[in-house]
C-alpha cells in the first residue's frame, strides 16, 4: 500500500460554507494559492451550482492554480455536475466531487427516498461525471451514521461505476477513533474492488475528535484526508489541515506515512484564512494558536533552556514560527531572567539578580505577564535607587 496520504483541502468549500461573511473571488484566489504553497493535493474550491459568484471562483482557482488538482463539488444530480465541468474545464486537471447521504436517517428524512433510489442515483451521477473527467470522487453522506452493509454495497458500486476516489465522512462528527477506524476496516475487508480507488475521510468535529478520527483511518488504509485550515468548518469545523499535517510529520515513526505539505508554510496559511475569514484562532490551539510554542512556569522554562526537546516535539521553526516564546511571569524562575537580560545585552556583573527578581515577581504578581521592556524599567529604578 501507498505510503503517501494525499491531502485534501476543502477550506473553500467546506471551511467558507460556516462564514457568516462570504469571500470575494479575490480573497479565495488568494486562499487557494496559499493552499497551493502549502503543498495541498487537492484543492476543493467550491460549489459551482451554488451561486454565480462560487462558480465564478472556481473557475478562477481553476485558472490560476498549477500544482495542485482543482476540485468542484456536486450533488448527485447532472446540472450540479456540468456546472463543475464547466467551471473547472479550463485546468488541465481536475476533479469533480459528486455526493449523496446514506444513512438512513438521511436518506429517508431529508432525501425521503429509499436507500436503491438513492444507490441509483449515485451510479448515474459517478457514469456522468466519468464523461468529463477520469477523476471522480464519490462521497457517502453521513457514511458515520450509516448500516455497514449499505455502506459496503455503497462503495462497491461506486468503484464499479467509476469514482476513482471513494470519500466516507463522518458528516455529524458521531464516531470515535476506534469506532471510525473500524468502519474503515470494514470497508477493506468486506468490499471486493477497494483496492481500485483510494478510500478518503472527511471528518467533522462535534465532539472534538474529527483529527483522532482522521488518523485512526489512515492506520488502518485510508489514504486521503479532508481538511481545513484552522479546521474551519460547519459547526464545530472539520479536520484541522495543520493538525493532520503535523501528527503525521511528528509520529512518521510510528504511523510510517507521510504527506506532501510544506510545513514551513502552516503559520503563514493558518493567519491568512484566520484574517480573511475573520475567524481568531484560539491561542491553545495546536500548531498554530499564539501559544502552541510558548511555555510560562519556571519548571518548563528551565528545561528548555537547557535542552528544547524537554517541553517541545516539534519546532516552530518547522510550521514557519519564528521562535519559541518563554513567558516571563510569576512562575518564571531566576535562570530564565538571567537568560533574558544576557539576550538583552547586559551582563551578570551590571545587576544583581536577586534583587532584580525580587522586583520582578512583585510586578509579575500585579500585572500577569512581564514584558522585555518592563525588566529593563526595573533595572533602571534599581540603578537609580543606588546612585541615590
Ligand atoms: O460533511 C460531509 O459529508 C460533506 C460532504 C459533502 C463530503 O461535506
Ligand atoms: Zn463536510
Sequence with gaps: MDNRVIIFDTTLRDGEQALTASLSVHEKLQIAQAIERLGADIIEAGFPVSS?????????????????????????????????????????????????????????????????DVEAMAINAIKYARKFTDDVEFSCEDAGRTPIDNLCRMVENAIKAGATTVNIPDTVGYTIPNEFGGIIT?????????????????????????????????????????????????????????????????????????????????????????????????PNKAIVGSNAFSHSSGIHQDGMLKAANTYEIMT?????????????????????????????????????LDELYDDFLALADKKGQVFDDDLEALLFNIQQQEEK
Excluded at 488538482?69 to 486537471?93: F, H, M, N, T
Excluded at 471528518?203 to 485510508?222: E, F, K, P, R, T
Excluded at 521562535?323 to 551590571?350: P, W
Design 52 to 116: 454565480p459568484g462560487d462558480f465564478q471562483s472556481v473557475q478562477q482557482i481553476a485558472k490560476t492554480v498549477k500544482n495542485s488538482i482543482v476540485c468542484g463539488l456536486s450533488r448527485a444530480v447532472e446540472a450540479d455536475i456540468k456546472a463543475c465541468a464547466d467551471a473547472l474545464k479550463v485546468a488541465d486537471q481536475f476533479r469533480i466531487h459528486t455526493f449523496i447521504s446514506t444513512s438512513d436517517v438521511h436518506v429517508q428524512q431529508k432525501l425521503r427516498k429509499g436507500f436503491d
Design 186 to 282: 470494514q470497508l477493506f475487508n468486506r468490499v471486493p474492488n477497494i483496492d481500485q480507488a483510494v478510500i478518503s475521510v472527511h471528518c467533522h468535529n462535534d465532539l472534538g475528535l474529527a483529527v483522532a478520527n482522521s488518523i485512526s483511518a489512515v492506520q488502518v488504509g485510508a489514504r486521503q484526508i479532508e481538511c481545513t485550515i484552522n479546521g474551519i468548518g460547519e459547526r464545530a469545523g472539520n479536520c484541522s489541515l495543520e493538525e493532520v499535517a503535523m501528527i503525521i510529520k511528528t509520529r512518521q515513526d510510528f504511523l510510517g506515512v507521510h504527506t506532501n505539505i510544506n510545513h514551513q508554510e502552516i503559520a503563514r496559511s493558518s493567519k491568512l484564512v484566520s484574517q480573511l475569514c475573520n475567524m481568531p484562532v484560539q
Design 316 to 352: 516552530p521553526e518547522s510550521v514557519g514560527i519564528a521562535k519559541t516564546k518563554l513567558n516571563l511571569t510569576s512562575r518564571s524562575g531566576r535562570h530564565v531572567i538571567k537568560h533574558r537580560m544576557e539576550s538583552l545585552g547586559y551582563q551578570e556583573s551590571d545587576y544583581h
